[in-house]
């Protein structure tokens, strides 16, 4: 995800292995700013990418050059997670 992103979860609603995050059930939820995908657990279906009303996701190879450090930060999130 990147800082298009509206945490409006269409894309959660349309990925087949649940590997965004986090859900609408999660305490979390009504407070992220964006939402994650977990890149151990994406397929790379591509699904997000045509639900994403917001044009927020991408490939991590064509992440606009303004955005790439969403890399990053998507993976940082889930190596946090795993860890506590």
Not at 2 to 14: G, K, M, N, R
Not at 16 to 38: A, G, M, R, Y
Request: glycine letters at 2%; a negative charge; one cysteine or more.
């Amino acid at each position: 995800m990147t800082a298009p992103c509206v945490a409006d979860y269409s894309c959660l609603e349309i990925c087949p292995v649940s590997c965004i995050h986090p859900h609408p059930d999660h305490p979390d939820f009504d407070t992220v700013e964006q939402l994650f995908i977990d890149p151990q657990a994406c397929i790379d279906c591509g699904a997000c990418v045509d639900a994403c009303p917001v044009d927020a996701i991408h490939a991590e190879e064509q992440l606009p050059e303004r955005w790439k450090h969403y890399a990053r930060i998507n993976r940082e999130h889930f190596e946090v997670a795993s860890r506590v």
